[in-house]
Nanobody, 126 residues
Framework: WAQLVESGGGSVQAGGSLRLSCPTT????????LGWFRQPPGKQREPVAL????????IYPDDAKDRFTISRDTAENTVYLQMDILKSSDTATYYC???????????????????WGRGTQVTVTS
């Protein structure tokens, strides 16, 4: 039985940082595709970060590439998202996601992974 629960959201001023955490109950971090996506108010879901089972390959959209860092702790089966230099456009509900890679080792974008958490709100004020 898989369950993801995000924590670490909140309100922060532009330029500040937040670190989101998500225990990946039901998934073994070292064997799974783990990621984060977000949904801004009134908009569609957007990918934020993805980490492959090897822990080395990480994918970010251009806007997040130099500001966000995804990491994981395989001993704790937890995935993290460090967000720095936050902008007001980062305001959204952030979701943790997990799934199994395809037989070819491919990971779907985080918003298409099989299990999501309930989300944590991040509000960036200017």
């Amino acid at each position: 039985w898989a369950q993801l629960v995000e924590s670490g959201g909140g309100s922060v001023q532009a330029g500040g940082s937040l670190r989101l955490s998500c225990p990946t109950t039901g998934y073994i971090a070292g064997d799974s595709c783990l990621g984060w996506f977000r949904q801004p108010p009134g908009k569609q879901r957007e990918p934020v970060a993805l980490i492959y089972p090897d822990g080395k390959r990480k994918i970010y959209p251009d806007d997040a590439k130099d500001r966000f860092t995804i990491s994981r702790d395989t001993a704790e089966n937890t995935v993290y998202l460090q967000m720095d230099i936050l902008k007001s456009s980062d305001t959204a509900t952030y979701y943790c996601a997990a799934g199994r890679p395809t037989t070819a080792g491919f990971c779907s974008p985080p918003e298409y992974l099989e299990t999501w958490g309930r989300g944590t709100q991040v509000t960036v004020t200017s």
